[in-house]
């Protein structure tokens, strides 16, 4: 089919309303072409977000989101995708939002306590954005008008990782899915098998190897969830036993996975957070610990205080 066979009666127009309007479809025209041509394409990528079998769930903490599940009983996250990873454009595959049900009132002030103790060395940024609304028009369809209102965003969040209560940290890294089905779940959105991208948090050859090589011996994050179907990916899913929270302060899950003491200057400090507290890990030998203070037992929810040695807190609040 020739260019020809797609332009407008009319457009050859140079003036006048016509040929803005004329001009507006053949725009619209041009970016629906090359969405299907992309999506037509030999690699047909779709954003990815929890898949069936990874090993954690990635939010994102910031004042706006503690405030929001402060007021809730089964608050819900959103999965947040590394910086880097681009957006695509043909479709979605995972899950995007998980729901923590009756999440205790305690693990809530941890979270709260964890984002006030980051902030005294990682200070809130914040981008002043002016508002809009979106108005649409007969001639340019819908636009972004401004309210002439600003909004405050906070740009520099902190990571959260939720992972099932006996993910051992000083035995696995962090930021890897280990999904080992992980194309098939792709296949299971309704993607072609072939067409799968593998998304990690952590691009190096080796993080993947690991990834790859340790995904038997991971389980995946435990949770309920509706049938993988493309109207579902904003259904939350539901965890019901109870998870860990991993907060790291720095936008480089690089560093995380590969263990690394020192990150953006400082002394690289994670903590896992439950109702019964917080434990502060560091760094040792490429994984990561409270072996200072007692160790972990077998995983995040066993040794002292529950598991939580180093803890800020040691007595869970009343719910």
Same mark, same amino acid.
């Given at each position: 089919?020739?260019?020809?066979?797609?332009?407008?009666?009319?457009?050859?127009?140079?003036?006048? $309303?016509?040929?803005?309007?004329?001009?507006?479809?053949?725009?619209?025209?041009?970016?629906?072409?090359?969405?299907i041509s992309l999506c037509s394409s030999t690699v047909?990528?779709?954003?990815?977000?929890?898949? *069936?079998?990874?090993?954690?769930?990635? /939010?994102?903490?910031?004042?706006?989101?503690?405030?929001?599940?402060?007021?809730?009983?089964?608050?819900?996250?959103?999965?947040?995708?590394?910086?880097? #990873? *681009?957006?695509?454009?043909?479709?979605? /595959?995972?899950?995007?939002?998980?729901?923590?049900?009756?999440?205790?009132?305690?693990?809530?002030?941890?979270?709260?306590?964890?984002?006030?103790?980051?902030?005294?060395?990682?200070?809130?940024?914040?981008?002043? @954005? $002016?508002?809009?609304?979106?108005?649409?028009?007969?001639?340019?369809?819908?636009?972004?008008?401004?309210?002439? @209102?600003?909004?405050?965003?906070?740009?520099?969040?902190?990571?959260?990782l939720f992972y099932n209560v006996d993910f051992n940290?000083?035995?696995?890294?962090?930021?890897?899915?280990?999904?080992?089905?992980?194309?098939?779940?792709?296949?299971?959105?309704?993607?072609?098998?072939?067409s799968a991208v593998f998304e990690t948090f952590v691009?190096? $050859?080796?993080?993947?190897?690991?990834?790859?090589?340790?995904?038997?011996?991971?389980?995946?994050?435990?949770?309920?969830?509706?049938?993988?179907?493309?109207?579902?990916?904003?259904?939350?899913?539901?965890?019901?036993?109870?998870?860990?929270?991993?907060?790291?302060?720095?936008?480089?899950?690089?560093?995380?996975?590969?263990?690394?003491?020192? /990150?953006?200057?400082?002394?690289?400090?994670?903590?896992?957070?439950? /109702?019964?507290?917080?434990?502060? #890990?560091?760094?040792?030998?490429?994984?990561?610990?409270?072996?200072?203070?007692?160790?972990?037992?077998?995983? #995040?929810?066993?040794? *002292?205080?529950?598991?939580?040695?180093?803890?800020?807190?040691?007595?869970?609040?009343?719910?």
């Amino acid at each position: 089919m020739t260019a020809q066979a797609f332009v407008p009666v009319g457009s050859v127009s140079n003036s006048g $309303p016509l040929h803005k309007k004329k001009g507006v479809s053949m725009a619209r025209f041009l970016i629906l072409f090359t969405f299907i041509s992309l999506c037509s394409s030999t690699v047909r990528a779709a954003n990815q977000y929890y898949m *069936p079998g990874d090993a954690f769930f990635s /939010a994102v903490l910031t004042e706006e989101v503690l405030e929001r599940i402060e007021k809730k009983e089964h608050p819900i996250f959103e999965y947040d995708r590394p910086d880097f #990873l *681009p957006q695509m454009l043909c479709g979605y /595959a995972g899950f995007s939002r998980i729901r923590y049900v009756s999440m205790p009132k305690a693990m809530k002030e941890n979270l709260r306590m964890s984002y006030n103790e980051f902030r005294k060395e990682y200070p809130k940024r914040i981008e002043i @954005r $002016p508002e809009t609304k979106t108005k649409r028009t007969e001639d340019e369809g819908d636009i972004e008008v401004p309210t002439g @209102r600003n909004l405050h965003i906070e740009i520099n969040g902190l990571r959260v990782l939720f992972y099932n209560v006996d993910f051992n940290t000083k035995k696995h890294r962090l930021a890897l899915k280990y999904n080992e089905k992980w194309a098939d779940e792709f296949a299971a959105w309704g993607h072609k098998r072939s067409s799968a991208v593998f998304e990690t948090f952590v691009p190096t $050859p080796e993080a993947i190897i690991t990834d790859w090589r340790d995904g038997h011996a991971v389980d995946a994050l435990r949770v309920t969830m509706p049938d993988r179907s493309a109207k579902n990916i904003r259904v939350p899913m539901q965890i019901e036993k109870g998870a860990i929270a991993i907060v790291i302060p720095v936008n480089d899950f690089k560093r995380v996975y590969q263990g690394e003491e020192i /990150a953006w200057g400082r002394n690289l400090v994670l903590h896992a957070i439950s /109702a019964e507290g917080i434990k502060k #890990l560091r760094a040792e030998r490429g994984f990561w610990s409270d072996s200072i203070n007692g160790g972990f037992g077998t995983g #995040l929810g066993k040794g *002292p205080f529950g598991g939580f040695g180093d803890p800020i807190r040691k007595e869970p609040a009343e719910d």
